[in-house]
C-alpha cells in the first residue's frame, strides 16, 4: 500500500467513517484536521501530530461537539504547538 493515496481515497474513507458514525460534513473537517496536524508535527514533533489531534477531538466533545467547538479546541491546539518551546 503507497503512503500517497489520491485525494479522493480520503474523501472515500472520510465518507466511511461519517456513514459509519452518522457524521455530518462538519462533524469531520478533513481539511482542518490535516493542518492541525501539520503544524503540531512543525511545531513540536511529527509524533505528536496524531494524538494532539485526538486531544482536539476529545476537547471538542467536552465542549459540546458542535462544529465551532471543533474549531476552537483545533485552534487551541494549533496556537499550543505554534508557541511551543521544548
Known sequence: ?????????????ADALREQFGLSAD?????????????VANGVAR??????AFVAGLVAGRR???PDDIRAAVADVTKLAGDWQA
Do not use: N, Q, R
Not at 500500500?1 to 474513507?13: I, K, Q, Y
Not at 484536521?33 to 503544524?39: E, G, Q, R, V
Not at 509524533?47 to 494532539?52: G, K, R, V
Open 1 to 13: 500500500m503507497s503512503e500517497h493515496l489520491p485525494p479522493e481515497t480520503l474523501d472515500d474513507w
Open 64 to 66: 459540546g461537539g458542535s
Open 47 to 52: 509524533p505528536a501530530a496524531p494524538f494532539s
Open 27 to 39: 462533524d469531520v473537517p478533513i481539511s482542518l484536521i490535516l493542518d492541525l496536524a501539520k503544524d
